[in-house]
């Protein structure tokens, strides 16, 4: 790390480590979860011909999709190699924890009983496959959230294993997550003091945009922030931490710069409107700083630092940004551009590790 890094990036990457909050690791292939599949599953997957789950969320050739050097040669999908994972993320960035984010197609199973089989199958070969191989890793617990009833089993059958640190969701849902239909997720989770995760991606049966479907890649993508605020609005204004007051929401790989933006139109709109929601008790922007916790990639980095900081600034909370690389997704090229420039040492210091530490169970 050349001296120029470590005085506008003050985030002693070598000396003390990081915990990246979003990294991907992927099913090489629907045949290697057939170990942890009843014999009834098996069955099923093969006599419907069906060949995976692979989501299209990060298409094979879009430049965003794959840093280079992370295409495996085996031909499985980038992040299925677990060495391949240590030598270009947790080496290198001197890993304290990474989280891993599997985004198989689970949720996109109408059937809702194999979903939860392909959901179960999925966590145990995490189980096996990584955790139990590599002690700097924890994961996030798959869940098929279209039955909440049994997404909660799911979280109580492993909810007290110390390598899933956190339920994850997909923000494109069939409905708004504040809806009491997920609060048996809510419920389970609290309980474990575990986190949601809600992750770009999710339910293709529906428009990605409100106003209907995009022509183009670009539009989806850069669409899930309006995803992500839809999905902010709806738990604070539904209650759910009302009803679940040490739930923590953990948004992964949504971007952060549309947030104080947000947060002062739901202030202002919630004063004019509080009689209609009578148990939201104080600034929705309080609330949202108490429980939302938000990744730094993909970062929309401002053409002047400065106003980047300003943004930053804006959130009011040194504690609710995470650092993560979101590999093996493509949004940096080197370790300097990774985090904003010109961060604070305690605010640098607070999202390379501590805020993480406070939402997690490190």
Same mark, same amino acid.
């Given at each position: 790390? *050349?001296?120029?890094?470590?005085?506008?990036?003050?985030?002693?990457?070598?000396?003390?480590?990081?915990?990246?909050? @979003?990294?991907?690791?992927?099913?090489?292939?629907?045949? &290697?979860? #057939?170990?942890?599949?009843? *014999?009834?599953?098996? *069955?099923?997957?093969?006599?419907?011909?069906?060949?995976?789950?692979?989501?299209?969320?990060?298409?094979?050739?879009?430049?965003?999709?794959?840093?280079?050097?992370?295409?495996?040669?085996?031909?499985?999908?980038?992040?299925?190699?677990?060495?391949?994972?240590?030598?270009?993320?947790?080496?290198?960035?001197?890993?304290?924890?990474?989280?891993?984010?599997?985004?198989?197609?689970?949720?996109?199973?109408?059937?809702? @009983?194999?979903?939860?089989?392909?959901?179960?199958?999925?966590? @145990?070969?995490?189980?096996?496959?990584?955790?139990?191989?590599?002690?700097?890793?924890?994961?996030?617990?798959?869940?098929?959230?279209?039955?909440?009833? %049994?997404?909660?089993?799911?979280?109580?059958?492993?909810?007290?294993?110390?390598? #899933?640190? %956190?339920?994850?969701?997909?923000?494109?849902?069939?409905?708004?997550?504040?809806?009491?239909?997920?609060?048996?997720?809510?419920?389970?989770?609290?309980?474990?003091?575990?986190?949601?995760?809600?992750?770009?991606?999710?339910?293709?049966?529906?428009?990605?945009?409100?106003?209907?479907?995009?022509?183009?890649?670009?539009?989806?993508?850069?669409?899930? &922030?309006?995803?992500?605020?839809?999905?902010?609005?709806?738990?604070?204004?539904?209650?759910?931490?009302?009803?679940?007051?040490?739930?923590?929401?953990?948004?992964?790989?949504?971007?952060?710069?549309?947030?104080?933006?947000?947060?002062?139109?739901?202030?202002?709109?919630?004063?004019?409107?509080?009689?209609?929601?009578?148990?939201?008790?104080?600034?929705?922007?309080?609330?949202?700083?108490?429980?939302?916790?938000?990744?730094? %990639?993909?970062? *929309?980095?401002?053409?002047?630092?400065?106003?980047?900081?300003?943004?930053?600034? %804006?959130?009011?909370?040194?504690?609710?940004? =995470?650092?993560?690389?979101?590999?093996?997704?493509?949004?940096?090229?080197?370790?300097?551009?990774? =985090?904003?420039?010109?961060?604070?040492?305690? =605010?640098?210091?607070?999202?390379?590790?501590?805020?993480?530490?406070?939402?997690?169970?490190?």
């Amino acid at each position: 790390m *050349d001296e120029l890094m470590m005085r506008e990036h003050p985030t002693h990457f070598i000396q003390t480590g990081v915990i990246d909050c @979003d990294v991907h690791h992927a099913v090489p292939s629907i045949q &290697a979860l #057939f170990p942890y599949l009843t *014999d009834r599953w098996r *069955d099923y997957i093969v006599e419907h011909g069906i060949k995976g789950l692979e989501p299209n969320y990060y298409p094979k050739g879009a430049a965003l999709s794959a840093r280079p050097g992370s295409e495996l040669s085996s031909g499985h999908p980038p992040g299925s190699d677990l060495d391949t994972l240590r030598r270009q993320v947790l080496d290198p960035w001197n890993v304290q924890y990474a989280i891993l984010n599997c985004l198989y197609g689970v949720q996109m199973i109408h059937n809702e @009983d194999w979903a939860q089989a392909m959901a179960s199958a999925v966590n @145990d070969w995490q189980l096996v496959e990584w955790l139990d191989k590599e002690p700097r890793l924890r994961a996030s617990m798959v869940v098929a959230s279209q039955n909440p009833e %049994q997404a909660a089993e799911e979280i109580h059958r492993l909810g007290r294993h110390p390598g #899933f640190v %956190q339920v994850l969701l997909l923000v494109r849902s069939e409905m708004l997550y504040g809806k009491k239909h997920f609060w048996p997720i809510y419920e389970a989770a609290q309980q474990y003091g575990l986190p949601v995760g809600i992750h770009a991606g999710g339910m293709t049966g529906y428009p990605t945009m409100p106003v209907g479907w995009p022509s183009y890649y670009l539009e989806d993508y850069v669409s899930h &922030a309006q995803a992500f605020q839809s999905q902010i609005v709806s738990l604070i204004t539904e209650g759910v931490f009302q009803r679940f007051p040490a739930l923590r929401v953990v948004l992964l790989e949504s971007g952060f710069t549309w947030l104080p933006a947000l947060m002062w139109r739901l202030d202002k709109n919630w004063k004019g409107l509080r009689r209609e929601v009578p148990w939201v008790d104080r600034l929705p922007s309080e609330m949202i700083r108490e429980h939302f916790r938000l990744t730094i %990639q993909p970062l *929309d980095e401002a053409p002047v630092p400065e106003h980047l900081l300003q943004t930053m600034a %804006q959130l009011r909370s040194d504690d609710m940004l =995470l650092f993560s690389t979101d590999y093996p997704h493509w949004h940096f090229d080197t370790k300097e551009e990774a =985090l904003p420039a010109k961060l604070p040492p305690g =605010l640098a210091k607070k999202i390379l590790t501590e805020n993480a530490r406070a939402v997690y169970r490190f």
